[in-house]
């Protein structure tokens, strides 16, 4: 089943049925568990990545010392303890095999491997920019995308330690604000939210370039943007609004709207949950 998955800075996981429109059910940690002795109410989860099979996810918190909570995507529970990660993880990225984090913490790039409690920290600074707000990791694992300050996007290879290939401004003459990337299942295609203009910019991907290809209005301040596995669409969340909305990817056309978000949502996810439980 299609499920949407929102974290919220409210303290707040809203799941989603995309295609019936209605909320399945919303996780509620208000405060703690804390790892690092830090109490601050409300926890903020402020990223999210899914397993490729769909039935775990681990959800970043960054107001307590950066912590990593796991949750049970079949039962859509939380799970086992947190675990320290970091300052602030803003991106969490999941490799393919399941074995490996890629999380953005403060403009480094921590790598993780199973079981992710522990791993390096590597800074990249592509040409133009000392600040990362944002990445999103291809499928294939050998291009990210990265957000960069005044509204710049880099392509990255990673399979060349991260070498920069191309860089863009989305803009113009306006202040977009950035806030954060998605790349098309296959790779070709990247939506970029811009809050400050609420609106989403398309760009096309090929091995070594970007290219602007239109921005449309969207409204209600767009903080996440998901494709679907199909890439025939893509969940856009709305902070100012509570809402998400599903965006038509052909016509670039806004095909559905969905309420029920409680408030204040950071991102999404688009998940395919198989109907039996599997443990992590």
Same mark, same amino acid.
């Given at each position: %089943?299609?499920t949407?998955v929102?974290?919220?800075? @409210? ?8 295609w019936?429109?209605?909320v ?9 568990p804390?790892?690092?002795?830090? $109490? ?11 397993a490729p099979?769909?039935? &775990?996810?681990?959800l ?8 990593m909570?796991f ?9 086992t303890?947190?675990?320290?990660l ?7 990225a999941?490799?393919?095999d ?10 480094s ?6 079981p992710?409690?522990?791993?390096? @920290?590597?800074? &990249?600074?592509?040409a133009?920019?000392d600040?990362?707000? &944002?990445?999103?990791?291809? %499928?294939?694992e ?12 880099f392509l ?19 202040l977009?604000?950035?806030q954060?990337?998605?790349? @098309?299942?296959n790779g070709?295609?990247a939506?970029v939210?811009?809050v ?9 991907? $090929? @091995?070594t ?10 409204g209600?301040?767009p903080?996440?943007v998901a494709?679907?596995d199909?890439?025939q669409?893509?969940?856009?969340s ?24 409680? %408030?204040a949502? $950071?991102?999404?996810l ?6 039996? %439980?599997t443990r992590?």
């Amino acid at each position: %089943r299609t499920t949407l998955v929102v974290p919220c800075l @409210s303290g707040h996981v809203v799941f989603m049925d995309p295609w019936n429109q209605r909320v399945l059910s919303t996780l509620e940690m208000l405060a703690g568990p804390e790892l690092s002795g830090v $109490t601050e109410v409300p926890n903020q989860f402020t990223s999210l990545c899914i397993a490729p099979s769909g039935m &775990f996810a681990y959800l970043g918190e960054g107001n307590e010392g950066g912590q990593m909570f796991f949750v049970d995507m079949a039962s859509q529970a939380f799970g086992t303890a947190p675990r320290l990660l970091g300052d602030d993880p803003e991106v969490l990225a999941m490799t393919a095999d399941g074995t490996t984090i890629y999380a953005l913490d403060n403009g480094s790039i921590r790598v993780l491997t199973a079981p992710f409690l522990s791993g390096a @920290s590597l800074i &990249f600074q592509p040409a133009g920019t000392d600040d990362i707000s &944002f990445f999103a990791l291809s %499928r294939r694992e050998d291009r990210a995308v990265m957000v960069g300050e005044d509204d710049s996007i880099f392509l990255m290879d990673v399979t060349s330690s991260w070498a920069l290939l191309d860089e863009v401004h989305v803009g113009g003459n306006r202040l977009a604000e950035v806030q954060t990337v998605a790349l @098309s299942p296959n790779g070709t295609q990247a939506i970029v939210t811009n809050v400050t203009d609420q609106s989403l910019t398309f760009l096309a991907i $090929t @091995s070594t370039a970007l290219t602007v290809v239109d921005t449309i209005p969207i409204g209600g301040g767009p903080t996440g943007v998901a494709f679907t596995d199909d890439g025939q669409r893509a969940v856009v969340s709305l902070w100012s609004t509570n809402q998400a909305k599903i965006i038509d990817i052909s016509t670039r056309t806004v095909a559905a709207t969905l309420d029920g978000i409680v %408030r204040a949502p $950071t991102g999404v996810l688009v998940a395919e949950i198989l109907p039996s %439980r599997t443990r992590h």
